[in-house]
């Protein structure tokens, strides 16, 4: 058996615990602490967030998006092959290393999608992004965590509140759609959502084909 291989960590801005990047044949996964974000190996999930999101605001009508969070590449690669060539596609990482492995350790999991040219990076806090960005997106993609009830970033969870919903809410442009990815089911969370004026769908999926855990998708039309 091939042995598991640190190559990378990096320092998450407030958290004490750093990131990791693993390897073991051929694959990739991100840890932080005990939990496992994210796989190489699995990654339907991701790609699904974007694919229900685009058709909740259908194809044509995604003229400029925004990404919160790059994770290892899956939800934007298939967030560019599911819009329209002139899109304007906008990426929020918060970690500046996650950028650059995905540059030079792990792109090629996911066809390297940074490499397209309708990419922009920024690195940062999304909500600073979401505060410069009122009645600008016509879709915006959040998978920044494990979900709103299982925060790995301690600052999350003003994102996942009331206020920070309606933030998010006001940077859509009329119609426009949230996709919000999480590791688990939420009432309270999709509630919150209703609340500020989204119509909320959910999507319940697993993160590999018709197996593994469960995992939620939020659709949500700003009215």
Not at 40 to 64: D, M
Not at 112 to 132: E, N
Request: proline share 5%; with cysteine; glycine share 12%.
């Amino acid at each position: 058996m091939k042995p598991r291989e640190l190559v990378a960590t990096a320092t998450v801005p407030g958290h004490g615990v750093p990131l990791q990047c693993w390897q073991h044949d051929g694959a990739h996964a991100l840890w932080l602490g005990r939990t496992e974000l994210m796989s190489s190996r699995v990654h339907e999930s991701e790609e699904a967030l974007a694919e229900l999101a685009v058709a909740a605001r259908g194809k044509a009508a995604c003229k400029r998006v925004l990404v919160g969070g790059l994770g290892m590449g899956f939800t934007l690669a298939k967030l560019l092959a599911c819009v329209e060539p002139e899109t304007q596609v906008e990426v929020v990482e918060l970690v500046p290393e996650v950028i650059g492995w995905n540059r030079d350790l792990f792109g090629h999991h996911a066809g390297h999608p940074l490499r397209d040219p309708r990419v922009q990076l920024r690195i940062g806090d999304v909500r600073d992004g979401l505060a410069a960005g009122k009645g600008q997106y016509d879709l915006a993609l959040l998978d920044i965590d494990n979900g709103p009830e299982a925060l790995v970033h301690p600052g999350n969870d003003a994102l996942y509140s009331v206020p920070g919903l309606m933030q998010v809410r006001d940077t859509l442009k009329p119609q426009g759609v949230l996709g919000v990815w999480s590791s688990g089911a939420s009432d309270a969370f999709a509630g919150r959502l209703r609340s500020v004026g989204f119509v909320v769908t959910t999507h319940n999926t697993r993160a590999r084909g018709r197996r593994g855990p469960r995992r939620t998708i939020w659709t949500c039309q700003r009215r």
